[in-house]
């Protein structure tokens, strides 16, 4: 039988969970850490966020080249399809429109006429007589 070699003691490489806990720092930490405030925001430093407004996902343009014949047609039916429904949608808000200024219109209606019953139930008393139709 022959002899097996010895297990030789690795260091477990850089990436791997037992590399990383080696180098975590412990629980006992320095207890000034714990008193330290954090630093106070500068009101004057303007937004970063203004500065990169423009800044995002972009499509790159496609280099222009010629479209054949069917390319063509189905491009300008495309286009024109989208205008149809434009048209459409168009007319479907301006009726929306007319029909709030409708409801807008009833409602001030209602308003005044509800402001004159309760103005008339506070000023005159009801009579028995009156109630019963007689």
Do not use: C, F
């Not at 720092?25 to 000034?32: F, G, H, Q, T």
């Amino acid at each position: 039988m022959s002899k097996t070699a010895k297990i030789k003691k690795k260091t477990p490489s850089l990436h791997s969970r037992a590399a990383k806990r080696e180098s975590s720092p412990s629980l006992n930490l320095d207890k000034s850490l714990k008193n330290a405030k954090p630093p106070l925001p500068n009101p004057a430093r303007p937004s970063i966020a203004t500065v990169y407004q423009g800044a995002g996902v972009t499509k790159k343009s496609k280099k222009s080249k010629q479209l054949t014949t069917k390319q063509r047609r189905r491009l300008t039916k495309g286009i024109e399809r989208a205008e149809d429904a434009e048209d459409k949608l168009g007319k479907r808000i301006e009726k929306s429109r007319g029909k709030e200024k409708v409801v807008k219109e009833r409602r001030v209606g209602w308003e005044t006429t509800n402001d004159k019953i309760t103005l008339e139930k506070d000023s005159a008393p009801i009579a028995k007589d009156e109630l019963l139709g007689r």
